[in-house]
């Protein structure tokens, strides 16, 4: 992998060179996370399509300040998807970054025809305790994050390693993020979204119940639903594999695509 750097956002790439034509999955990241939630996906499916995970504005090594509305964070995404010429750009996020991927699919329906949503909903009401622990006490948070995040049957020490490496460490960015999520609210504009989008459950997540992607599903009109056994809020490193296989999966039925 490598890192690189185009106007304010950060982002780690499995190819570099971008190749034209060949169809690259922007991998975008949650409230109060960073790039490298993505990490064996930006390596392990490299060889399908380009591939990249960017810092929202604010996050790690992405400089600007941070949003709170999904709006900002979404047309920041989009400005930068036009910079890189991406001309086949399939966008994939999760919680925070699936609204930011919800809000690109409603108002920019040119760039995007496809999307993978992972844990995430058209509306994300934020916990109050959330939002509590962030203002009075951002360590404890982190120290709790894993906590009601991950499945009781992943292994919870390594997911806080990767956790304790990938979570901003301003409270701040934090509030901003979790203030944008708590506003967010797409219900009803659902029915204008005409890409092709799978959507990820895990059925053991609590921040966002499956419920949520089964709403998604039943409102997209080109949606496709498919759950994580066994798995929290945080797939991608509880089951990277399996993240992977159902990626790879989805590629492969998009007849349009030149995933050679």
Known sequence: METRKDGDICFITGNWPLTAGRPTIIFIHGAALSKGLWDAQV????????????DLPGHKDSNGPACDRISDYALAVGLFVERMQISTPILCGLSMGGAVTLELLITRPDLFRSAILMHTGARLKVFPFIFESIQTDYSKYLDMVVEFSVSKKSDRSQVKTIMNEITVLSPD????DFTACDQFDVMEKLSRIMAEVLVVTGDEDAITPPKYGQFLQNNIPNAKLTSIAETGHLSPIEKPEQVNRLIRDFLSTQTSLDIA
């Open 43 to 54: 390596e392990s499916l490299s060889d399908i399509a380009d591939t990249l995970a960017i």
């Open 173 to 176: 960015v934090a509030l901003k």
